[in-house]
């Protein structure tokens, strides 16, 4: 029998359990990846990773997990495979335990799970503050393993520029350019996984790694790969304003007792420690008296945007709020959130033990991405398979703290042996199809070439720039319609000035300028596709909030949204929900559901 | 004069085109502000690539990714100082601000260096639990919360490099593998399943560049930016080491 091979792009969460799914398959993985797996973007994730355990004997079952999930997602999301995704997760948190995770510990050495948003369930399992790099790093040992055994073969610092489609619109491998060399080259492979993660820098400033630019799906929707429900993006409530990023201040803050406020008086200016019980606004707990700090992000979201803006109550007249854990115990604060605190810490010079956290909302996920079948992770391009943040099917519209870890694992341990199945059941591999590794390679090449070699006159960087004030003022917690269209209309301007820009790199060696200018026109299509979806959704739903359409409209837009590039266009149509294990109901935190 | 003052960042930065070229200085200027990081300024000098005396370059070549000092991409010398840029604050440094590549890895261009040898490192240790394979075998086994407060420091080395940057054995003569690389044996020698492979690490810390070319300078904790208790994983693998050395002498 013919050996088949794969080729996975990403190492994050969901690239890595790819990885060891196929290679324990025995078929052999070429793993790429922008920066070392180790440093992925899934090292950010903090607070935690959800499973129904029930190890605290509140009567949680994954059926329970399943109905927040699609709740808090505000029904957008197909069933089946959520489900499915929340009857494994229990199978997920033993598997991690078992790779040497080092979750907290219960006296009894079991586990501890605590409170995350969306749920009254203790249902997080979490290690420390710093969750997703623990998980990263047991999936990365792992994989260290397979490949000290030959069984993968690992391409750090090489990003991927497209894939290799045959004429008939299969994937056979994918082009890439190494960082150091600048060397563009193509690889064939039978199936392709692509957990490509975030993509955080369309929005200019974000909770979000550098390398979260989107650029690989925006490729592959370029080249007839669907995009689905981009409109879909979340803000996370609480990061620590920066220049060059917004840092996260995990849920967890709140899953173990953190409360968020502002002063009751506008432009009260004593130090937030000072000001009495009784001058304190707990808005969320007032609003919201079930889930109180714990309503899901896009409702905290919005509640901090109407205090600072509408009541005019942000701390000292700034956009900020307080996010307090000064009243817990250290010793709590020490074991389980230590890891966020260190950062606050470091980066503002203030201890948050001591001292109130000023913090505001900031781009954080997308729960739109790449198409994918409800069935096992495969797009609408034969060969082409996804897994992880760069695809779309988990989260509906609005994503639960600690869904995205398990939706990473899980999604990666599905597109795997999928891959594999496709791969052995192909009649003719990649080695057959020739003369298309090489029009592909020279197509990459000419690009680098026209790009090194031209006389512009704009600034990469400068576009990019107005392209992330563009999104984050138009296209985040407030959506209005006319602004969309002058905002879509401004980024096809962008468009228009990127053909005009001047590389202040011509170098042919680890040239990050060329490589940032590939990514931007990528970057600058992807943000014209969630633009465009949020123009065109004529409703409120989870994180996508118009006020003229306040409502969430079952009748019209229970619809993913599917965008198509047609002749250098996009194209949207919509295809129903698959709404048959929970039928939709009105979506409220302000009390039990 | 202060900053403040001067309104103005002053950065200069050791470039190199290619490991093959040589290197040469280079200043920047950069108008402050509040909050500055020196990840900041070299985005600023991406964007205006222009030297202090007005003459045009190239942007910097350096590594970076998740900016909160946990992804561990941005290590370099600052100041003479092996740090993370991202979290190095601008208000905190002295001027003009010194940028170097770190000196114990090869550099690919300016400030980017090549750590591989430490993911190698890793390969060589086996620095992983051997699981069974994915399907599902159930919970894994018990840990005391004691245990897991003593391990989950350790699993949080972020592999910056800047342990093996500030230590004195790490040179062209040997091949130590540094104190990072010790720590990862002590964790996975720590786990109830790891502990069953101890012996197959301990024999791989034993051999050239390992546990015996610590000169025990402990400058390795100092520099951690996980604030990781190095020096007593090296005595904890030290000690195993020589308990393994004298059993497998005694049973010869």
Known sequence: ?????????????????????????????????????????????????????????????????????????????????????????????????????????????????????????????????????????????????????????????????????????????????????????????????????????????????????????????????????????????????????????????????????????????????????????????????????????????????????????????????????????????????????????????????????KVFPAMHYTMGGIWVNGEDQATNVPGIYAAGECEYQYHGANRLGANSLVSCIFGGGVAGPAAVKYARNLERGAESADSIFTREQKRQEEKNQALISQQGSENPITIWKELGEIMTEHVTVTRINKNLEASHSRIQDLLGRYKRINLSDRTHWSNQMLNFARELENMLVLARVITYGAFCRNESRGAHYKPEFPERDDANWLKTTRAKWVNNDIQLTYEPVDVSQIPPRPRRYDAAK | MSVAETKQVTVRVKRQASPKDSSRWEEFAIPWRPSLNVIICLREIAEKSVTREGRPTTPISYDSNCLEEVCGSCAMLINGKARMACSALVDQLEQPIRLEPLSKFPVVRDLTVDRQFMFNSLKRVKAWIPIDGTYNLGEGPRIAPEVQEKAYPLSRCITCGNCLEVCPQVNEHNNFMGAAIFSQVRLFNMHPTGAMHAKERIQAVMGRGGIEDCANAQNCVKACPKEIPLTESLAEINRQAWKQALFGWLLG
């Open chain 1, 1 to 357: 029998m013919r050996q088949p091979k794969i080729i996975i792009v990403g190492g994050g969460l969901a690239g890595l359990m790819a990885t060891i799914r196929v290679a324990e398959a025995g078929v052999p993985v070429d793993l790429f990846s922008i920066v070392p797996v180790k440093r992925s973007h899934s090292v950010c994730a903090q607070g935690g990773i959800n499973a129904a355990k029930n190890q605290k004997g509140e009567g949680d079952t994954p059926q329970k997990h399943f109905d927040d999930t699609i709740y808090g997602g505000d029904f957008l999301a197909n069933q089946p495979l959520v489900k499915r995704m929340c009857e494994a997760a229990p199978g997920i948190i033993d598997l991690l335990d078992r790779m040497g995770v080092m979750f907290n510990r219960t006296p009894e050495g079991l586990l501890d799970y605590r409170r995350f948003g969306g749920t009254l369930y203790h249902r997080t399992a979490f290690a420390g503050a710093t969750t997703g790099q623990q998980l990263l790093y047991a999936l990365d040992e792992q994989v260290r393993r397979h490949e000290s055994e030959d069984r993968v073969t690992k391409r750090e610092g090489w990003t991927f520029l497209s894939a290799v489609m045959d004429d008939a619109g299969v994937c056979r491998g994918i082009c890439a350019m190494d960082l150091r060399s600048m060397e563009v080259k193509t690889f064939a492979a039978d199936a392709v996984i692509f957990c490509t993660g975030g993509i955080g820098a369309i929005f200019g400033r974000s909770t979000n790694s550098v390398v979260c630019t989107g650029s690989a799906q925006s490729a592959l929707f370029q080249q007839g790969v669907d995009y689905a429900n981009g409109e879909f993006i979340q803000v996370h409530p609480t990061a620590i304003p920066g220049e060059d990023k917004l840092r996260l201040m995990s849920e967890s803050a709140r899953g173990e007792g953190g409360r968020v406020w502002v002063p009751r008086k506008p432009g009260d200016k004593r130090p937030g420690k000072s000001i009495p019980e009784a001058e304190r606004f707990y808005f969320l707990e007032e609003w919201y008296p079930k889930y109180g700090n714990l309503v899901p992000r896009d409702i905290a979201t919005r509640a901090i945007h109407r205090i600072v803006y509408q009541e005019k109550l942000g701390i000292d007249g700034q956009a900020a709020v307080y996010l307090d854990v000064t009243h817990l115990p250290r010793e709590v604060l020490d074991r389980k959130l230590e890891g966020i605190l260190e950062i606050y810490e470091k980066f503002l010079g203030v201890d948050p033990r001591e001292q109130p956290m």
